[in-house]
């Protein structure tokens, strides 16, 4: 893998040049950009992209991305703004298949399921890969409800009239929930005494990780981050760093970030989406910001272009 | 041309106002905002013109006011030119106020031209083009302090003038002369001019407590909105007003507070009944029209009302918004829910006849082929399904589609969504869009009459017992509602009933001018109660979603 690993000073010469892939002997092109994708991990993926292409009308906006997501670890995705990342994350739990125009060619496993098949229960899917968006987005509900939302709209949790009567109610369990996912998400102590105010009444930082805990409530297996602090404080955004690093340790996270410190802080291994849809390097997060292979993503990460 | 100012020379940063001169131009307003309530009062009736206040008549009041007003706004305006009084004027009075002069003026040089002077169609043209065309000068060529004071002022000192020395009094009348008699009184006139008056120098003194500039134009503004927005909520008050006053006798005859004071009342409820006695006795609502009633009333008709509303929400809420739903969330956009909007808002711009009509010759002869309570219903129900389609369907497209996708991302399917997250956040909107059409299918008067009916004065015995009328049948369909399928009245349609029913037709009602007047206050409470409602909901359903 480190055959065409080039030193920085060598990769500057050629900056002023064409912007190619600089191949060396007895290598393509083709191979040469074949192992910059290529990481090696020990262990089953849990997430393995084969081939992805995805297309918005004659847009074509992501172009053949294939790469294998470790277990229990953070990736994070990074790249200039149109450069795919977000609709790769959105491919991960069929998110895509919500905008009309979009379509989705390649396979997507998960745990070697194909999730792009004939009769995939998308409701099983996203519980079990859960989705934190931008924008802290908690229902214009209360704090116990807006994380009690899932689970009882996928029949778990029990609390109407009707439950009562027929005596199935459990809400000590509704309860235990509630306050299991609010310590995971690390709200429950500042939100203990008033889960029945209005969600929409917190800080956006304190939004943000409701959104996370809601989105634990499921019980997931692989949380989809979608540029999760981009519209907080640098305290709130600390605070869910530290959170993603915990949660990293029973889940498989995804996270899209703008930010290139944030990746290079929270993430075990890093993608570099360059512009045009294309996945250009992967590999450890250490070696991208380091020793990134390609010159173009060295360019993107010392901020000369993106 | 109102920025050539030297910008070097500054005004000073803190302002005096509580000075004796600014007193003058605060009175100014005061004074016009007084004049302007006056005329208001003088013009709907509520004071005549030859009523005396301390002793003088209201008209000479309204021009003596004119003429210390416009003195007030000229003085002001040249004492400011001179120096006299510390202000900020621009350059100029700007374009908008040498038109709004310059027009004014030309119609009253026109008017004293060809009226009092006599002179002929070129005569008054010129005089009234000279006229205007030297006040727009004066305004727009001279500095904002007079332009801005001058014309208004003099305005205001001419009309009452004119006012004071009787040349335009209470029994002045001019005749148009045209085909069919038109003519202008003094009654109306006078009052009318004190207003335009009033608001000419009123916004020119308001510019001038502002010490012109940009500041002045501010107050100047200020003013005219606010006596504008007063002056509309004046009229609605007084338009209540009337009808409370004229009705407020009628309705409250016979009226006795007490135990045992009032009718017994009973409800079936499965098999069981429950009957009270009401504590206080209002006739008017309590009671139909009888032989043997010591008090007429409506009843039947309050009732008839209150069923026929709930009769077309029932009907037209769950069908309109469903087709909002289908509309929003799962139609494709396209030519269809283009083709839908359009067709919606012509609907609901369909004059009211015409789904009379509908009702008249659709309905009728699917229903007993005679005037009914559920034809009624349903055509009311027809006229409200667009309002409430409109309504939903911004109400659930103003839904942030993050919702949506959070809901998505937690594995919640569509329908589950739109049910717990979607209709509960459009709820408010979708209920105010019911309070618009409920507000308007309530007072309608012509689809009932042609579906419904009822008569003049309806006998208690007649009241829609719609709730008591059902009953089960051993033959499908199983249950009936004979009450449903008789003709009911309703307020609307009685109260156009007792308009047009004529002297004769009094029957046991004593007095049918107040009957009538009762009859129209206990529709506009009516009405305004289901507003009540619907507001009260409203305000319950935001609470929900932002406490």
Avoid at chain 1, 154 to 174: F, M, P, V, Y
Avoid at chain 1, 285 to 303: A, D, H, L, M, W
Avoid at chain 2, 151 to 156: E, K, Q, T, V
Avoid at chain 2, 251 to 258: C, D, Q
Wanted: hydrophobic content about 45%; charged content about 15%; proline content about 4%.
């Amino acid at each position: 893998m480190s055959e065409t690993t080039q030193t920085p000073t060598e990769s500057q010469q050629n900056t002023t040049t064409t912007g190619e892939p600089e191949t060396t002997a007895g290598e393509t092109e083709e191979q040469v950009r074949e192992e910059w994708r290529d990481y090696q991990f020990a262990g089953e993926a849990k997430l393995s992209v084969e081939d992805l292409d995805v297309y918005y009308g004659d847009d074509h906006a992501l172009k053949g991305v294939s790469m294998d997501i470790p277990e229990n670890s953070v990736t994070a995705l990074i790249g200039p703004s149109g450069c795919g990342k977000s609709t790769f994350l959105r491919c991960l739990n069929r998110m895509n298949d919500r905008v009309k125009s979009a379509r989705i060619d390649g396979s997507v496993e998960l745990d070697g399921e194909e999730i792009y098949q004939e009769g995939v229960n998308l409701v099983e899917l996203r519980k079990r890969v859960g989705m934190v968006f931008q924008s802290p987005n908690p229902f214009p509900k209360s704090i116990a409800e807006n994380i009690s939302y899932g689970p009882r709209k996928h029949g778990d949790i029990e609390t109407g009239l009707l439950a009562r009567l027929l005596g199935r109610s459990n809400e000590d369990e509704r309860d235990e929930l509630v306050e299991r996912c609010l310590r995971d998400a690390a709200l429950w102590d500042e939100v203990s005494d008033r889960l029945d105010d209005n969600a929409l009444g917190l800080s956006g930082g304190q939004q943000q990780r409701l959104c996370i805990a809601r989105c634990l409530s499921v019980d997931p297996e692989v949380i989809l981050m979608d540029e999760p602090a981009s519209a907080l404080d640098p305290i709130a955004t600390a605070k869910i760093e530290d959170l993603i690093d915990d949660l990293s340790e029973h889940y498989t996270v995804v996270i899209v970030t703008h930010n290139m410190q944030q990746a290079a802080r929270i993430s075990d291994q890093t993608a570099v989406f360059l512009t045009g849809g294309e996945l250009v390097e992967y590999d450890d997060t250490e070696k991208i910001f380091e020793q990134p292979e390609s010159q173009r993503v060295e360019e993107y990460i010392s901020g000369k272009f993106g | 041309m109102a920025a050539e100012t030297d910008t070097r020379n500054r005004n000073p940063l803190v302002r005096d106002d509580a000075s004796g001169t600014g007193l003058v131009a605060a009175g100014a307003v005061g004074l016009s905002a007084l004049l302007f309530v006056v005329s208001l009062a003088v013009l709907f009736q509520a004071v005549d013109l030859t009523d005396a206040v301390a002793g003088v008549p209201v008209v000479t009041l309204l021009g003596g006011g004119l003429v210390v007003l416009g003195a007030a706004t000229v003085a002001f305006g040249v004492g400011s030119r001179l120096g006299f009084v510390e202000t900020e004027p621009q350059a100029s009075a700007g374009m908008l106020a040498g038109v709004v002069f310059a027009a004014t003026w030309v119609v009253v040089a026109g008017l004293v031209a060809s009226q009092t002077l006599g002179l002929g169609t070129a005569g008054w043209l010129v005089a009234s083009l000279a006229v205007g065309g030297g006040v727009f000068a004066l305004s727009v060529g001279t500095r904002e302090d007079v332009g801005s004071t001058v014309p208004a002022g003099a305005l205001a000192a001419m009309a009452g003038l004119v006012f004071l020395a009787g040349i335009i009094g209470p029994e002045w009348v001019w005749d148009l002369g045209f085909e069919q008699k038109a003519s202008f009184t003094g009654g109306f006139t006078v009052p009318t001019v004190t207003l335009f008056c009033s608001l000419v120098a009123g916004w020119a003194s308001a510019k001038a407590y502002g010490g012109f500039g940009a500041r002045g134009r501010h107050t100047g503004a200020y003013t005219l909105v606010y006596l504008n927005a007063g002056s509309i909520v004046g009229v609605l008050f007084l338009l209540l007003a009337f009808t409370v006053f004229k009705g407020i006798s009628g309705l409250v005859n016979g009226f006795a507070v007490g135990l045992g004071a009032g009718p017994e009342s009973t409800i079936v409820l499965l098999g069981q009944s429950i009957s009270w006695e009401w504590p206080f006795y209002l006739p008017f609502v309590m009671n139909g029209v009888g032989l043997t009633n010591d008090f007429n009333g409506v009843l039947p008709a309050i009732v008839g009302t209150v069923w026929l509303v709930v009769g077309a929400v029932l009907f037209a809420v769950p069908l309109g918004v469903g087709a909002a739903v289908f509309l929003t969330e799962y139609a494709e956009r396209g030519r269809f829910t283009q083709a839908v909007e359009v067709a919606t808002n012509g609907l609901w711009s369909t004059p009211s006849i015409v789904f009379g009509l509908f009702g008249f010759a659709f309905l009728i002869p699917r229903f007993g082929n005679g005037k009914s309570l559920l034809s009624g219903m349903l055509t009311l129900g027809f006229m409200l399904l667009p309002l409430v389609v409109i309504t939903s369907r911004e109400a659930m497209l103003s839904v942030p589609d993050e919702y949506r996708d959070a809901s998505a991302a937690l594995g919640v399917t569509k329908w589950q969504t739109i049910r717990s997250v979607v209709l509960p956040a459009a709820l408010p909107g979708v209920v105010t869009g019911i309070i618009l059409g409920v507000g308007r299918i309530a007072g309608e008067t012509a689809p009932i009459l042609l579906t419904m009916a009822g008569g003049v004065f309806v006998p208690g015995s007649q009241t829609p017992d719609v709730i008591g009328g059902f009953a089960f049948t051993s033959t499908p369909p199983f249950v009936e509602n004979p009450v449903l399928l008789d003709a009911a009245s309703a307020l609307p349609y009685q109260l156009y009933a007792l308009i047009t029913a004529g002297v004769g037709a009094s029957g046991n009602v004593a007095n049918p001018d107040e009957f009538k007047w009762a009859t129209a206050l206990v529709l506009l409470v009516v009405v305004l109660s289901f507003y009540a409602i619907g507001i009260a909901a409203r305000y319950y359903f935001r609470r929900e979603l932002n406490q």
